[in-house]
């Protein structure tokens, strides 16, 4: 099992930067595909982006095509760590960002608490 702590959230005005990190703990992280969601008010939690345990995220589906070109996923196996990197973020892009790991071996999905991302002048 693995536990997951996200950071790095907070009020940013439009066209801003903010890069969330989530740390993960208690299990061989290389096993996991890492995931970025997002829930907004009145709205169902959505994939904002994934990466493969050995780093890929080129195919199809790995960016939600909201963010294609503005935010990036990476990871470093060697720290247990994933990140998202979001650039000229939009009001739009307001939600609480969970970070997910889902396992190769046993399919079952991990949760973070969430950090809330506000884009607001």
């Known amino acids: 099992q693995v536990q997951l702590v996200e950071s790095g959230g907070g009020l940013v005005q439009p066209g801003g930067s903010l890069r969330l990190s989530c740390a993960a703990s208690?299990?061989?992280?290389?096993?996991?595909?890492m995931g970025w969601y997002r829930q907004a008010p009145g709205k169902q939690r959505e994939l904002v982006a994934r990466i493969t345990n050995d780093g890929n995220t080129n195919y199809a589906d790995s960016y939600a095509d909201s963010v294609k070109g503005r935010f990036t996923i990476s990871r470093d196996n060697a720290k247990n760590t994933v990140s998202l990197q979001m650039n000229s973020l939009k009001p739009e892009d307001t939600a609480v960002y969970y970070c997910n790991a889902h396992s190769t071996l046993t399919f079952r999905n991990y949760w973070g608490q969430g950090t809330q991302v506000t884009v607001s002048s």
């Open positions: 208690g299990s061989i992280f290389s096993r996991y595909v």
